[in-house]
């Protein structure tokens, strides 16, 4: 099942570039052939009563949302992204609600997960972010003069970006702990996947920042810049950490929303100071949580959670 995923998936990555003009029904119909031929298989071998419903449900919801997608395919540019839109909030409308259907109620603490096993796949998947980042770092630099000021800036989105890494697995070990213990594993792990999701897109805008900022360090910041930088990147990625802590843990830490708060406040600042000076900043603010997170007591770490 998974090379299969894999052969398809290639074909459905291929035409994501033109799936607004030619390529729409090659991009629909892989995507729909993954979703619920994957689904099917799993029906087919030997699951749990309790997992057997759960993706029965799954399939239906999916079937429920064919037509969107086979509209948009249809119509296809802007009003084809809208039909598409549509179709993916049925989807993730499902999810949130662990799939509903009338006279028949699951609630999701029923449904078993291997949340160990979600969190290392996770982990994997940063470490390959990571690789990402960096790269798109060692390409601009590659292409910039090798001046001074490009050094610098070049060295500072590399520590920025290493913090926010240091933000995300100093707090593995505290969340494994959790997906051992709760009741809801599958409302864990939903989270967690969503929140991983999110902070993806924030390493994907925080390396985009870092190769504007490396190819032109003494331009003024601007919106654009700022945006990528104190918002889009790492706003983005602690915001969502702390959301996904904050669901599983029920409290936010005073350390993040003071950052996220230095954040906005230093991105507003800056609109017209140099690209160096603003990457530094934000850099700072990133590595300054990054380090009072690793001071933080861990005592309460080790308590089993509620639910």
Partial sequence: MLLAVMLVGLFMNAAIPRAFNDAGWVFVATFLLIHIGRTVWLLRVGLDEVNQEHFVRVLIWFITAVPLWLTGAVVCGGAGLAWWVVAALVGLAGDWTVYPLPGRRLQSRQVGLAGGYLLERGRLFMIIALGETVMTTG????????????????????????ALFWLFFGSCERVGRHYEWTEDAMRAGRS?????M????GLIAAAVADERVIAHPMEHAGLITNLLLFGGGPGLFIATQSWHGAGLFDGLYWSRLLALSCLVVAGMLTLAATVYLAVVIAAAIVVVLAALEERRPTGDAHAKPTS
């Fill in 192 to 196: 967690g996947v969503i929140s991983l």
């Fill in 198 to 201: 999110a902070s993806v897109t």
């Fill in 139 to 162: 390409t601009a630099l590659t292409a910039a003069p090798h001046k001074p000021v490009t050094l610098l800036t070049a060295g500072v989105a590399f520590t920025g970006t290493i």
